[in-house]
């Protein structure tokens, strides 16, 4: 397949997110409308943030997403990897099950109450997101041996997906709550939301971009990258917080969203070759664009009814990653 | 003439656990000339290239020019010695110039990334090592031996006084071999220090000086004409070699 340069492709996936955010600005309850108006409240106050929501929570996804498999040099490394998604929904189920958020939705309270909400939501999933990450560190004795790091995240992610279970179990009145947030769900974002995942968004794609000659380093090897000057291990503490935040401002706003953060960077480089800060870049683009799209899809192919869009970037993704696999294997067979 | 060493290191050692793994090295390499580390498996010649590196932890002096190798900033050490390592790995989504600018990385900053400079000096090793008409293709388009051109035109781009290498070799075809050994030569008359490890004793006995390792320990450092050096190498290969003069260059052969 031919490749792009870089300003070409993100030119590209710019105008496909502006086509996918003006389709989810037309869709609504019952499916596509075309004649929609601007000045229609139910756009500016439900559609507007929920599209944009859905694509900066992509975007978040897609740059965690290619950090993970830059920083671990392997290509099914995700933000689900190390735990950390695992331990952001953990953080969020003990914030419910303690009552932070209360019997009260969203909608009903205050706005100041609403960010501390969204800011305490977001602040547990962070820290079980790094609690988690920290774990699997731990377990896993550094970050040098990459498949003993594997191994511990997924372990890491087992447990505290069975914590999760079990803190919703002893909470039932969590259960819906913590259902729509396993399933993945972009119903509940609002324009808070959307300014509190663009700042994390500015603020970690700035720190990967002035950081990303380490992934560049490492793609030639760790001892290749130490030779350049690299200082190895406070770089990738740093890009590891950054794939952290990431994780969980998304996972705190959207829940459980799937395969967007592995599916993005391998889309990117099917069809780009470069420097680990623009592969950043596109891959978070391209996070957006899948997200967006995966929940116009969500409230459009069976309107009334909506799905999870978790649900559906699940299938999607699981089918994209089968179709790689089987692709690769025919390669491998026919060379 | 005046002989200058490009480095020295005393009672250098590493440490893995409880095992002595490079066991108080001394050695002074001489400026500008081509040094080749050899040895059976398991000598240490690997360790030593990557203790003289900073790649691994060791204890003992390591000087260059009179500076003390562990005091320096890491990109200052970088700038003074450039590394390529043993089958070293390349994302296979690189181009080949992407892969030779990143040898300009130790002359960056992370707020300003390449400039005119690093890309002039890239555009050079490119030219130099016949790689300019494949710089835009990916590393997984490239032949062994392209390959191994690519990833010695990153370390070369580093522009270091003292050129270090591990096995830079394997795996490349004969002329791909004579290509490698023209680029030495070329780099050591233009001031530039080449260590490198060799399996190949037939190579590794053109270079200027051989230093043989067995079992952690330097046990000689001497030029390919020494016949105490035939005489270590025998012995350290338990007399399973011959070495013979042909045509002007020294030949080893197994028994």
């Known amino acids: 397949m031919n490749k792009i340069p870089a300003a070409q492709l993100a030119a590209w996936l710019a105008a496909l997110s502006l086509i996918a955010m003006g389709l989810g600005l037309m869709t609504g309850s019952l499916g596509w409308e075309w004649g929609v108006s601007w000045n229609d409240p139910i756009v500016q106050d439900i559609r507007l943030p929920r599209t944009v929501g859905a694509w900066l929570a992509g975007a978040l996804l897609g740059l965690a997403g290619a950090l993970a498999q830059g920083l671990f040099r392997n290509p099914l490394a995700d933000p689900y990897l190390l735990g950390s998604a695992s331990g952001a929904s953990l953080g969020v189920a003990i914030a419910l099950s303690l009552g932070l958020w209360g019997s009260a939705s969203f909608a009903d309270m205050s706005e100041v109450m609403q960010w501390a909400m969204r800011l305490g939501l977001t602040g547990m999933a962070f820290v079980g997101a790094w609690a988690a990450v920290l774990l699997t560190l731990l377990l896993a004795k550094g970050v040098e041996h990459t498949l003993r790091l594997l191994l511990a995240g997924v372990v890491v992610g087992v447990v505290l997906g069975a914590l999760t279970s079990l803190l919703t179990l002893v909470s039932p009145q969590t259960l819906p709550a913590m259902q729509s947030f396993l399933l993945g769900n972009t119903s509940m974002l609002s324009g808070q939301a959307c300014v509190l995942m663009a700042f994390v968004l500015l603020l970690c794609a700035g720190l990967s971009w002035i950081f990303s000659p380490l992934l560049d380093g490492l793609r030639l090897g760790e001892s290749t990258a130490q030779s350049l000057g690299l200082r190895v291990l406070p770089l990738r503490v740093v890009l590891l917080a950054v794939m952290g935040l990431a994780t969980a401002t998304a996972v705190a706003q959207t829940g459980l969203i799937a395969f967007v953060g592995l599916v993005a960077p391998h889309l990117v480089r099917a069809r780009f070759t470069g420097r680990s800060a623009s592969l950043l870049v596109l891959s978070m683009l391209m996070g957006g664009v899948l997200l967006t799209t995966a929940d116009v899809l969500a409230r459009g192919l069976w309107a009334p009814q909506e799905l999870p869009v978790g649900v559906l970037t699940g299938v999607l993704g699981g089918g994209y990653l089968l179709w790689r696999i089987h692709s690769s294997q025919m390669a491998g067979s026919s060379a | ?255």
């Open chain 2, 1 to 255: 003439m005046m002989l200058t060493y490009a480095f020295t290191a005393q009672k250098l050692t590493v440490q893995r656990g409880s095992l002595c793994v490079l066991s108080e090295v001394d050695l002074s390499v001489h400026a500008d000339q081509w040094t080749c580390v050899v040895g059976p498996n398991g000598a240490g010649k690997t360790t030593l290239l990557k203790a003289i590196a900073g790649l691994l932890p060791s204890t003992g002096e390591l000087r260059v020019q009179g500076h003390d190798l562990r005091t320096l900033a890491v990109k200052d050490r970088a700038k003074m010695m450039a590394w390529l390592g043993q089958q070293e790995q390349g994302s296979d989504d690189l181009s080949v110039q992407d892969v030779v600018m990143l040898g300009r990385l130790p002359h960056q900053s992370s707020w300003v990334g390449a400039d005119a400079q690093d890309m002039a000096q890239a555009q050079t090793w490119l030219a130099q090592l016949q790689l300019t008409h494949l710089k835009d293709k990916s590393l997984a388009q490239l032949s062994a031996g392209e390959r191994q051109r690519a990833l010695l035109g990153r370390a070369l781009a580093v522009q270091a006084p003292i050129l270090l290498m591990d096995e830079p070799i394997a795996n490349v075809d004969l002329p791909n071999q004579s290509d490698w050994l023209q680029t030495v030569q070329h780099l050591t008359q233009h001031n530039t220090t080449v260590v490198s490890v060799l399996h190949d004793l037939n190579l590794a006995m053109r270079a200027d000086h051989v230093l043989l390792m067995n079992q952690g320990r330097l046990v000689i450092h001497a030029k390919p004409d020494d016949p105490l050096l035939h005489q270590a190498l025998m012995e350290v290969f338990a007399h399973r070699i011959t070495i013979h003069r042909v045509a002007d260059q020294w030949v080893v052969l197994p028994l």
